[in-house]
């Protein structure tokens, strides 16, 4: 019976080592479990306070490592709309035509340089001129009272001179205008209209009585027929 005895002490031994082992295994990977999710959580917080500036300043330091960027420019950043909301002249629509719902805008007005980023995929989709920024995130509905004849031709020019303007209305005119102008249509963007009226040669001017302001619109450029 004793020999019995001494031979099941290391046996024993071996089981409570064995115990010890597969405790201490189950504890570390209960630590390294929690540590992890802890890790995670952290994370989450962090970014959940995160200020704007913050976010604004990681997304930046993404598209650092996948192109070149101004280092001496604080970039101006915003995110992209939905796709049904986005309004601007041909060219800046085929510019933004494969950006999507929250992608990121990033602008530097000195470096001369527009970037859409997509951080779900860590991709750059587009990078242009800055005035893509400008024109694709403050565009200005404009209408066109022309003669039917005039009107396409007229909205061309407006697209093709004034990137963020976005021709909403053509129609043709209740009275006979007798010189071609830029109206302010809502009376809150003189400047705009001036700019408009500079750059496409012309005056500004206002409607007449009678006439039907379009549905939309902020500016109104309206043309004489032309002479036979």
Do not use: C, H, W
């Amino acid at each position: 019976m004793a020999k019995t005895s001494k031979q099941s002490v290391p046996k024993k031994r071996l089981v409570l080592k064995i115990v010890y082992i597969v405790i201490l295994i189950l504890a570390l990977g209960a630590a390294i479990f929690f540590f992890a999710r802890y890790v995670q959580v952290n994370a989450k917080y962090k970014t959940a306070v995160m200020t704007v500036d913050e976010k604004n300043q990681q997304i930046v330091n993404k598209i650092a490592k996948l192109i070149d960027l101004p280092k001496d420019e604080k970039p101006e950043v915003a995110l992209f709309p939905d796709k049904s909301t986005f309004s601007g002249s041909p060219t800046v629509k085929a510019f933004y035509s494969s950006a999507e719902k929250g992608d990121y805008v990033v602008a530097y007005k000195s470096a001369n340089l527009t970037v859409v980023y997509r951080d779900s995929s860590n991709k750059v989709i587009k990078s242009g001129d800055y005035v893509y920024f400008t024109a694709g995130l403050n565009p200005i509905k404009v209408a066109v009272l022309a003669s039917a004849d005039q009107q396409q031709a007229v909205a061309d020019k407006i697209s093709s001179i004034v990137l963020n303007a976005d021709v909403v209305s053509k129609q043709q005119p209740k009275t006979t205008p007798s010189g071609s102008y830029v109206a302010d249509a809502t009376g809150s963007n003189a400047k705009a209209a001036q700019e408009l009226a500079e750059k496409l040669g012309l005056s500004v001017g206002q409607l007449p009585d009678g006439e039907t302001k379009p549905e939309g619109a902020a500016l109104i450029v309206v043309v004489a027929p032309s002479t036979p």
